[in-house]
């Protein structure tokens, strides 16, 4: 008797052992698939497997062509339904030829509209001679407006015996023909025409004389020597040259000493008009104030 209570309550205890403090039953291990680690590592080999295939459409192709293929696709179906070149507008063109624009333009009317390479037409067409600088947009459904800004001519570059029309910015324009532009003033020296701009201002801040001039010469890369109508030489300072021009401007109004048998006139001294008349071969000097 004794020893089957003793049996039973041990079989009491080991029940008790296997609940809860509240009498529940335990849970159960989580199954492998369901575990952090196990879903990490899961996670990165289909990553991994991702990356491979898509490394593996970029190397072979495939999804670059597929995506052309319905780029391509997509532009025939918008020009059917109307979007392609109907009419190209331009505006700011005075030199520059349309033909020339619209073969710069690189597309045709009747071309898909959405095809057109925006970028690349202003590219093409800023290399025209005439233009400096070109805008292109695409004005849907059916038109591409072109906006140019043409250069100015200036003057004619004379270097090394070959004649260019240059800009304001020393850009060259022309070499060749250039028959409608011989009026313009010719300037001389290699690096002339950066400096043109500049002597341009000197020159029409006097305008009665500037018109009697007809070439400048670049001296040293430092001053200018111009070629007045008659084949009379001035000469200009390095420095100051619009106060020396003044001055011969008002020399002209006052004792009209550039319709004198006048060979050369030195500006370059800033309180005196060195002058050397043509037949005696001699210069003379005119002070401030001083007739001749």
Not at 91 to 119: C, H, K, Q, W, Y
Not at 175 to 200: C, F
Not at 243 to 253: D, G, M
């Amino acid at each position: 008797m004794t020893s089957g209570i003793e049996n039973t309550k041990i079989v009491s205890k080991s029940k008790a052992q296997n609940r809860s403090p509240k009498g529940k039953p335990r849970k159960r291990a989580a199954p492998l698939w369901r575990r952090g680690w196990f879903q990490g590592i899961a996670g990165i080999l289909v990553l991994g497997m991702v990356s491979a295939s898509g490394w593996w459409l970029v190397r072979t192709g495939v999804l670059a062509n597929t995506f052309a293929a319905a780029k391509w696709e997509g532009i025939a179906l918008s020009a059917r339904v109307g979007l392609k070149i109907n009419e190209v507008l331009v505006v700011g063109r005075a030199n520059t030829s349309n033909d020339d624009l619209f073969e710069a333009m690189g597309a045709a009317r009747g071309a898909p509209i959405l095809a057109f390479d925006v970028g690349l037409a202003k590219e093409r067409i800023e290399k025209l001679p005439w233009v400096r600088s070109a805008s292109v947009e695409r004005l849907l459904p059916d038109t591409v407006l072109l906006s140019v800004e043409e250069r100015t001519p200036l003057a004619l570059w004379q270097n090394e015996g070959e004649f260019s029309l240059i800009d304001y910015e020393g850009h060259v324009i022309l070499r060749e023909g250039l028959g409608n532009y011989s009026q313009y003033m010719v300037v001389i020296g290699k690096d002339a025409p950066k400096h043109t701009a500049s002597l341009m201002e000197v020159l029409s801040s006097q305008p009665e004389i500037m018109n009697l001039v007809r070439a400048a010469v670049r001296v040293g890369g430092r001053r200018w020597n111009l070629r007045l109508v008659g084949g009379i030489d001035v000469q200009l300072p390095e420095d100051n040259a619009p106060s020396a021009w003044l001055r011969l401007a008002q020399y002209q109004r006052s004792h009209s000493v550039l319709d004198r048998d006048v060979m050369v006139v030195d500006l370059r001294l800033p309180d005196r008009l060195i002058v050397r008349k043509a037949l005696q071969q001699e210069a003379v000097t005119v002070s401030l104030g001083q007739e001749t």
